[in-house]
């Protein structure tokens, strides 16, 4: 049977203007969502055309399999898991396809980002309200799907109250488009002797008696309740016209939004637009060192016209002090607060705006329930609710096998049961020994309350059970909705009975039989579903493989709990144009499998299920990794703070540990050796190297691009500083400022020495005693290609080195991030004697961070430079902006006075050290240099200085552009008087 299905998957692979795969590695990928379930799917299609979709409508019904609609794969109840064939529509169904202002409405493909759209939207004064936590990556298709709401729903309701159409393909592949209609066009559409009809025939007749509808409202979560999304919306369908007294019109789409792909495929949405927000905003960030007291605020609050209303509590709070990114978006927090409440007002005036501001403080003094309430504006605004948006992927930062899991997430009670709602919720925790997590939407009666469980242990699968089903039943007991606004997905769908009702149920089994007879939409999900506490991401009271490695891990519990760390709420699909470095590869491929998510779950599948004696010995690791360009942005940029580059570099190791090495390889690892060999003769090497025979040659042999030109030698700074050097003013170090070590490394020495010559230059011109250290490498080549025992060697000898010499008299100062950065980072992991790698970690700077560090102190002021005009374009390595601060080197650059400094909002460079080079990277390395950087480069006037402080970045600026970039060093050097 499993070799016809394979014949026939292969049959239909030829017929589609898209892709379909059935590897183990995509299958693997596509197995798990960010959710604690796993299935793995039949195989893996991305449609290009809505033929492509009838096709896989024919072969599911011919092959008795299903399809599983996906767009980014962030659904938290399991809604895109499964075992049927998975529908990706992120990929080609990503058009806007038409703007009608006059109506405010917009018509695009299910594969539109949210916040992408809205971009799109904003210079004609629009937008589209409801706004998820992934709402730079979420697609509107799955918000559809899943009814999705987000921070603004107070104010702008939820996805189903934006759909004015649907575009849909049924289960026999007809097309049908599903809109606002008159009760005469409702009988007009009962009358068709086609699915459709017969899907309006079934509405009609289970819906249209009194009873049914008596026993809907009865038994359905309240209806002010706004997000309310517990099985079919047939709460909505019989308040219309067709059904009552009313004006309001049918719309079958109100039936569809939250249906989870279940009923029809969706393949075109027109949304209802709003106007754009009030642009005068303020956020009062409430205190409070309790719950309680933050649950009595909720309603009180709720009495001012707010924007946003959300709740964070202690513990993820406390999980943002160990994530870079978040540790300055939570600047604003006022001592050890247990919860806290931001409230977001909006006005057309600033006068306005601070008289809300000033009624919503005064509330709150009566109320006497918080401690301290900072008001925020402008981008503090944005980093609080970056902060609370960062609230899921967080949670991933648990270290161990324990986690906050979603699973009674996404209640939603009437506000004016949310504080008894939650004393009784956290009463009902405490029975179970538990101290949950509780944050998001309190201001629409939905709080994201987790359990803290170790899915890995029967017990805690138990305790997974009972905790759900008791929050049900306290749920009910308030006629609240068991799913706000995360969907029913396999956690919650088994609860619908009694949270509706047996006879709902069946009703809306029958609702489900009418649009999809033959079970071929997301079976699983809602009707007839799968069993909450099977099929879960990790197999219970397994033993633990257990892994060595040559890195340290300790500090996640082991590499496998690294990669495990991934929850799977995808930061990493996020755009360029959303900012951030993280993921370039996705960001060039828009491939699931080039992002950060796809390595560390391809990891933790092979890990955990290999039985191979060396686990990372799988060519499908290598592919997943393959395009990973080990810019460290997820160490930063991922909530969860997955740190891929290092699970690269130990895969590397592992795997070339049984499969050897290759010559490429080998001479990228070992540059430095050649590139000191060669510095000894530059002119003659950098000659040898541009004649068309050796540079064919290199490219064949090394495997490098063509296109791609060779970096320039320079004699050597360790040979020539002593020599060549302007001699020191006398009076230089008669009381120097400080005393500073400054690492020449290995790319600056024999690339780049110049840069060595003027930041000597500059230190000592501004009264610091210089020591170079010109002799030593970082071992950055040996880690980007997996010599692990090589880097190890190199990494010890630096910090024996340096060892009770670099310390508060004494700083470690380097001029190429991705050298002097490693200190700060692979060394702790790397060195035997760690407690001295942290000690020197603590006191290694970036040459730019030192001098704005000096700038702070005094102890360097704009006097010492020009006052010429100047701008200037800055582009930040990536290891920067991941282990330290761009805003270091915009500070030093914008030093002389009437120099004007931008930083370019760009990602990675592409470069990557060699992985610019390599032909099987070029096309790729140039997609993410095209993304951002290099048009910003060429919209800029010959006049304006490019600046970038990395060596590869200022050689992929060169062969992108053409222009010369030069390091911050070099500009300030220049800028001396």
């Not at 059904?243 to 019109?249: G, P, Q, V, Y």
């Not at 709080?447 to 929050?471: C, G, M, N, Y």
């Not at 630096?798 to 991030?817: A, M, Q, R, T």
């Not at 200190?823 to 730019?848: G, P, R």
């Amino acid at each position: 049977m499993k070799d016809i299905l394979h014949q026939n998957l292969l049959s239909i692979s030829t017929k589609l203007a898209g892709e379909l795969y059935f590897d183990d590695l995509m299958l693997k990928l596509y197995a798990t969502d960010a959710s604690v379930y796993r299935m793995l799917p039949t195989a893996v299609a991305f449609p290009k055309t809505i033929k492509d979709i009838k096709l896989l409508i024919d072969f599911a019904k011919e092959n008795n399999t299903s399809l599983i609609p996906r767009t980014a794969g962030t659904s938290l109840a399991g809604q895109v898991v499964g075992k049927g064939i998975v529908v990706d529509v992120s990929k080609y169904f990503t058009k806007i396809i038409k703007l009608n202002e006059v109506e405010r409405t917009i018509t695009v493909q299910p594969g539109v980002v949210r916040d992408q759209l809205n971009n799109y939207l904003e210079p004609y004064g629009l937008f589209f309200g409801p706004n998820t936590s992934t709402s730079n990556r979420c697609m509107i298709g799955g918000m559809v799907g899943n009814n999705s709401s987000g921070t603004t729903s107070i104010q702008y309701g939820v996805t189903r109250d934006k759909v004015m159409s649907l575009k849909t393909l049924l289960s026999d592949g007809s097309e049908v488009e599903f809109k606002s209609i008159s009760k005469e066009g409702f009988q007009q559409k009962t009358k068709q002797q086609t699915l459709e009809g017969d899907i309006y025939r079934t509405i009609y007749e289970e819906l249209k008696t009194e009873a049914v509808q008596k026993q809907i409202k009865e038994n359905f979560p309240k209806k002010d309740i706004h997000r309310r999304n517990t099985g079919y919306a047939i709460d909505e369908l019989i308040a219309s016209e067709v059904f009552t007294n009313s004006d309001e019109k049918f719309n079958m789409c109100k039936l569809l939004a939250g249906s989870e792909g279940t009923l029809a495929f969706t393949t075109e949405i027109t949304l209802q637009l709003d106007n754009l927000p009030p642009k005068h905003s303020a956020m009062v960030a409430f205190h409070f060192e309790s719950i309680a007291n933050c649950m009595k605020a909720v309603k009180p609050l709720m009495q001012h016209n707010l924007h946003t209303c959300e709740m964070m509590d202690d513990t993820i709070l406390n999980l943002t002090k160990h994530n870079k990114t978040q540790q300055e978006n939570r600047a604003f927090i006022e001592g050890h607060p247990v919860a806290i409440l931001m409230c977001e007002l909006k006005a057309e005036s600033e006068e306005n705006l601070q008289e809300d501001v000033t009624a919503i403080l005064k509330t709150s003094e009566k109320l006497g329930l918080s401690y301290a309430s900072p008001i925020l504006k402008g981008d503090n605004i944005t980093k609080a609710l970056e902060l609370r948006k960062a609230g899921l992927g967080l949670l991933g930062n648990m270290i161990g096998d324990k986690k906050a899991v979603a699973c009674i997430e996404d209640t939603a009670v009437a506000l004016e049961d949310l504080d008894n709602y939650i004393e009784e919720f956290t009463a009902l925790m405490h029975s179970y020994s538990q101290n949950a997590v509780y944050y998001a939407h309190a201001g629409a009666g939905e709080l994201h309350l987790r359990p803290i469980l170790d899915l890995k242990q029967s017990e805690d699968v138990k305790l997974f059970r009972a905790i759900t089903t008791d929050v049900a039943k306290l749920v009910k007991k308030y006629q609240g909705s068991m799913s706000g606004e995360h969907g029913d997905g396999i956690v919650r769908a088994e609860f619908i009975p009694l949270m509706i009702g047996e006879a709902n149920y069946q009703l809306l089994k029958r609702i489900k039989s009418a649009f999809d007879f033959s079970n071929i939409f997301n079976p699983g999900k809602i009707v007839d579903a799968f069993q909450m506490d099977e099929n879960l991401r990790y197999k219970t009271d397994r033993v633990e493989p257990e892994i060595e490695t040559f890195l340290d891990f300790s500090q996640a519990q082991g590499i496998l709990r690294e990669a495990e760390k991934c929850n799977g709420s995808g930061d990493c699909r996020k755009l360029q144009e959303f900012g951030g470095v993280m993921c370039p590869s996705y960001r060039a491929t828009r491939n699931e499998k080039d992002t950060t998510r796809a390595r560390a779950n391809a990891l933790r599948e092979y890990l955990t299920n290999s039985d191979k004696p060396n686990k990372f010995n799988h060519q499908e690791l290598k592919e997943v990794f393959g395009l990973c360009l080990s810019c460290k942005a997820c160490a930063s940029e991922c909530p969860s703070s997955v740190d891929v580059a290092s699970l690269k570099a130990e895969f590397l190791y592992q795997y070339q540990k049984a499969n050897g090495v290759t010559f490429k390889d080998k001479f990228f690892a070992n540059a430095t050796k050649y590139n000191k060999m060669a510095s000894r003769a530059p002119r003659f090497y950098n000659a040898l190297f541009k004649t068309k025979f050796v540079k064919g040659f290199m490219n064949i042999a090394l495997g490098i691009h063509p296109k791609r030109s060779l970096p320039e030698i320079s004699k050597s700074f360790s040979s020539t500083h002593f020599y060549e050097d302007k001699p020191v003013d006398e009076n230089t170090y008669k009381k120097p400022i400080k005393k500073v070590y400054l690492f020449v490394d290995e790319f600056i020495n024999y690339l780049e020495s110049s840069i060595a010559k003027e930041a000597k230059f500059l230190l000592e011109q501004l009264n610091y005693r210089v020591i170079i250290i010109s002799e030593l490498e970082s071992g950055r080549g040996f880690l980007s290609k997996g010599f692990l025992e090589e880097a190890k060697a190199i990494a010890n000898n630096n910090v024996s080195y340096f060892k009770g010499v670099v310390n508060d008299d004494f700083y470690l100062v380097g001029i190429e991030p991705s050298a002097i950065l490693t200190f700060k980072d692979e060394y702790v992991k790397l060195a035997d004697d760690k407690e001295a790698a942290q000690s020197i970690s603590n006191k290694t700077f970036l040459i730019e961070e030192f001098i704005q560090k000096e700038i702070e102190l005094g102890n360097i002021t704009s006097n010492q430079f020009s006052v010429e005009s100047r701008t200037i374009k800055f582009h930040g390595h990536c290891y920067q902006k991941a282990l330290a601060n761009q805003k270091a080197s915009f500070d030093v650059l914008n030093l002389p006075k009437n120099y004007k400094v931008t930083i370019i909002p760009s990602g990675c460079c592409g470069m990557a050290g060699s992985f610019g080079y390599e032909k099987e990277h070029f096309e790729v390395s140039m997609q993410i240099g095209e993304q951002t950087l290099f048009p910003a480069i060429r919209k800029a006037s010959e006049d304006v200085i490019i600046a970038a402080n990395g060596t590869s970045c200022r050689h992929q600026i060169k062969d992108g552009t053409g222009r010369l970039a030069k390091h911050p060093v070099t500009i300030l050097r220049e800028a001396l008087l």
